[in-house]
């Protein structure tokens, strides 16, 4: 499915023409734009010459990110199988911005957290997620529900996407938890997956959620469903 919009100038403006009557019955509706204001052209004017400069703050550092990765406890459920490096942090930060859509959960300036889309299937309509809480004392404020509801969002509704799909291990029952209340369903448990440093093997679910079941997710987050 698709969608075509096309502009109609007049044909007083040099290499423009307009669309002839074959071409216009293949729109459902049309939008007379008039010339703007004075007002209106001082307010473009302003917006897109002006020298003033966003005032821009980070609020990420490699650092930082190097330090929540390689916490124990993060390392154990992101099951990591190395301890990271800085040089680690930058090159796996430029795979990320090349093959997906990372972002940082900030919270009053402050960053907690990684979210993102990658493993994009663009013949199926389908993408990841991953996400993790780097700070330990914002726990139990749904921050991690909020962050996964509104990529899912962008994911649905801007990106158009079909259905998205995450991966978990078994033992991590509060994440599992936490993504079904964001309408994922679980789907598989694969067995054995992952090496645990006692020794033993881990299982892995595997979930996914489509954007009906997004939906309904988010419509219980906004009215404080539990």
Known sequence: PFFVIATQNPIEQEGTYPLPE????????????????????????????????????????????LAWQNHPEIARWMD?????????????????????????????????????LNAFQERDATCSLYVFIGEADVGGKHLGREAILVLLGHAFEDLGMRLVELWGLAGNERALHTYERCGFRREARLRERSLRREGWYEDHVVMSVTRPEYEIARAAFSVGAE
């Open 22 to 65: 074959a071409q216009l019955d293949r729109f459902m509706f049309n939008i007379k734009v008039d010339y703007p204001t004075l007002e209106d052209e001082r307010l473009i004017v302003s917006m897109s010459t002006r020298s003033e400069k966003p005032d821009l703050s980070k609020v990420l550092s490699a650092e930082r990110i």
């Open 80 to 116: 990591y199988d190395q301890t990271f490096t800085l040089e680690d942090i930058r090159a796996s930060e430029v795979l990320a911005r090349g093959q997906g859509r990372p972002f940082v959960i900030e919270v009053d300036g402050r960053a907690i957290g990684r979210i993102g």
